[in-house]
């Protein structure tokens, strides 16, 4: 199983929330790119860019976007907002080797086929939960559509992955939602990543048990509740 660091942009900076809330901001850096370029440094092999503006219509952080990826020297899948098959494509161009689709992949089902089977396993279906029930638009608007449900509609799809993130959980450290990332894990046909509350190598390890191919951790390591160049030794490729 491998450990993925999260970079999460707002307004130019790199931030962490807290439950998901985009009022309650814990962690806010100046600088994303030396951010991500120290977590390759600390010997983390892979690395998770959100555009947290662009996911809710507030912005974009592009540039930043496009300096990560042209130096990080390490496989980068970018998510937020991506909701046109030309900013995939886009992405792809300026080097993300995955693009992370969340909410117009679970409304809009056409596209989604449409954009998996043209960027065949570069793309990653982002299912954001909140109480089992997949939540769109920055977290902000819940469905009534079943996580598990969602993850067996993508049976048959060349895609990259899927990214479940208990919401309710993100930011928090209070351990992950394990039975819900192992039910997932068992419904989905493609490698399942794991995001939310992961405080611990205790909480690696029991995802890795559960059949998890990853997990995104952010608050985490950008507090120091998980020592970085412990977790990169364990669960860094």
Not at 87 to 102: P, T
Not at 143 to 159: A, C, T
Request: glycine share 12%.
């Amino acid at each position: 199983m491998i450990a993925i660091p999260a970079v999460d942009l707002r307004g130019g900076k790199c931030v962490q929330l807290v439950g998901g809330d985009y009022d309650v901001e814990r962690v806010r850096l100046d600088d994303p790119a030396s951010v991500a370029r120290e977590w390759v440094h600390e010997g983390f092999s892979r690395l998770h860019v959100v555009d947290l503006d662009a996911a809710t219509s507030r912005g974009h952080n592009t540039e930043i976007i496009r300096d990560i990826l042209h130096n990080a020297g390490v496989p980068v899948q970018v998510g937020g907002g991506v909701r046109d098959d030309s900013r995939i494509e886009r992405l792809l161009d300026e080097g993300a080797e995955w693009v992370v689709v969340g909410t117009r992949a679970v409304d809009d089902e056409d596209w989604r086929g449409e954009m998996a089977h043209r960027f065949p396993g570069r793309l990653i279906i982002a299912a954001d939960v909140r109480d089992r029930l997949v939540v769109t638009k920055g977290w902000a608007e819940t469905s009534r559509r079943n996580v598990i449900d969602f993850v067996e509609e993508l049976r048959g799809l060349p895609l990259g992955g899927v990214l479940v993130t208990a919401v309710h959980l993100e930011g928090q450290m209070q351990g992950t939602d394990l039975p819900l990332m192992e039910d997932v894990a068992e419904a989905s046909a493609w490698p399942v990543y794991a995001s939310g509350g992961v405080s611990s190598l205790e909480d690696m390890r029991a995802l890795e048990h559960r059949g998890l191919a990853g997990a995104v951790l952010g608050m985490a390591l950008y507090t120091g509740a998980i020592d970085p160049r412990r977790l990169a030794e364990e669960f860094g490729t």
